[in-house]
Each structure stands twice: as structure tokens, then as C-alpha cells.
């Protein structure tokens, strides 16, 4: 199973980015997909997660409104389009796939990580 992130970059706040991952060697339209991020000096924290049918999705308070997961189950591609992007959203962003068709917020709910992207948001 491999997860490719890609997308990050260094970006001016207010600006926007898309983080996409590419999934291979999963029957990806089985399982749910999550995003997660973690800050330098942090822990590991969930961003977004939605699940296998596109049916249901949740996010982290801070990014309510802002970013929007999605995902295209013909390109086995997950997506987390960021908007109005602050500093404090700088972080390594990791995409992941649960083994099951929902997953929480918990990384203990993921199987599989990808590498991570770095998003850098300067004010």
C-alpha cells in the first residue's frame, strides 16, 4: 500500500493550496481517507476524514469553513482544498486510509500514512 502526498509549498496568508494523495494498492472506494498534520515541536493532529462513499465528512474546528476534503474514487485520489490560510495552519500535512469504510479522528483509526507535504503559511 502506498499513500503519495503532494501539493504543499509556501504560501502568503489568505492564499489557498490543494494537497492531493494518491493511493495505491488499497481497494480504495473500501476505505475511509483522512488527513492529519503536525506542527514542528507538536503532536500529530487530525485536519479532516471522510468516508469511503463521500457520504459523510468531519474536520477539525480550526479548519471549519476553510479547507474541504474530497475524493475522486476513479483516480483513487483523496484531495484537502485549504482556503484563507493562516500562519498557524503551517505544518507537514499526511494523508491516510483506515482499513474500514469510517474512521475517527484518532490516528490509531489509519493503517496507512503517506510521506507528508509541507505547507509553510508566512504573515
Known amino acids: 500500500v502506498q499513500l503519495q502526498a503532494y501539493g504543499g509549498g509556501l504560501v502568503q496568508a489568505g492564499d489557498s493550496l490543494r494537497l492531493s494523495c494518491a493511493v495505491s494498492?488499497?481497494?480504495?472506494?473500501?476505505?475511509?481517507m483522512g488527513w492529519f498534520r503536525q506542527a514542528p515541536g507538536k503532536e500529530r493532529e487530525f485536519v479532516a476524514a471522510?468516508?469511503?462513499?463521500?457520504?459523510?465528512?468531519t474536520y477539525l474546528d480550526a479548519v471549519k469553513g476553510r479547507f474541504t476534503i474530497s475524493r475522486d474514487n476513479a483516480k483513487n485520489t483523496v484531495y484537502l482544498e485549504m482556503n484563507s490560510l493562516k500562519p498557524e495552519d503551517t505544518a507537514v500535512y499526511y494523508c491516510?486510509?483506515?482499513?474500514?469504510?469510517?474512521?475517527?479522528?484518532?490516528?490509531?483509526?489509519?493503517?496507512?500514512w503517506g510521506q507528508g507535504t509541507l505547507v509553510t503559511v508566512s504573515s
Open positions: 494498492g488499497l481497494t480504495f472506494t473500501s476505505n475511509a
Open positions: 491516510a486510509a483506515s482499513r474500514w469504510a469510517v474512521a475517527g479522528s484518532t490516528p490509531a483509526s489509519y493503517a496507512y
Open positions: 471522510i468516508t469511503w462513499r463521500d457520504v459523510s465528512t
